[in-house]
């Protein structure tokens, strides 16, 4: 697939490439942004180049990982998001916001426009958040974007060689007032 653009009133959605590579560098520099995802650590300048240079087109061009950095208007960095697909119509979203951007609802936007993209252009049914057990920030993102959080999952995550609980929430278009490609039966309590 070919890279897309999203846009917002406040934010520009994009791929990032290597004339990004340096301000993708500086952001990764953040501990929280090192302890919180799963970005190596020490984060060194090659690996942003690989990020930016191989592992963003890589993911357009096969349809496995759709990632967007977060722009502001102006064209700084304000943070990164990743959609993985994981399954048929199942995709996963990862994000971070640079340090000196947080808490201005920029990534809770571009998540749900992420999203509202990725049900209505890609196909998917289902878009799950994950996060460290603990990583509040994180959570209050997804809770705010709509996910639904459906509990945690034991030693879900591998973070540099640790295994870990996670929490997990789900996304679906109905969600967002979208259709989904597929009925959606949801069990009854019984």
């Known amino acids: 697939m070919e890279p897309v653009t999203l846009t917002t009133d406040r934010l520009v959605l994009r791929t990032v490439g290597p004339h990004d590579t340096r301000a993708v560098y500086d952001a990764a520099q953040d501990p929280g942004i090192q302890r919180w995802t799963t970005v190596p650590s020490p984060y060194l300048p090659e690996h942003a ?56 609802g920029y990534v809770t936007e571009a998540t749900l426009t992420a999203c509202r993209w990725i049900f209505t252009e890609v196909g998917v049914d289902r878009v799950e958040w994950r996060a460290e057990v603990g990583n509040h920030a994180s959570r209050a993102v997804a809770e705010r974007a709509g996910f639904t959080i459906e509990g945690t999952l034991r030693s879900a995550i591998n973070n540099k060689g640790v295994r870990r609980d996670c929490w997990v929430g789900s996304l679906l278009p109905s969600d967002l007032g979208l259709p989904s490609t597929a009925p959606y039966l949801p069990a009854r309590a019984e």
């Not at 061009?61 to 722009?71: D, H, N």
């Not at 700084?76 to 048929?88: F, I, K, N, P, Q």
């Open 49 to 104: 180049s690989g990020f930016t240079e191989q592992l963003v087109p890589d993911g357009w061009a096969e349809g496995s990982m759709f990632t967007f950095g977060v722009f502001l208007t102006r064209g700084e960095l304000a943070g990164m998001l990743s959609l993985t697909m994981r399954s048929l119509g199942v995709a996963e979203v990862g994000f971070w916001a640079a340090k000196e951007h947080r808490g201005q």
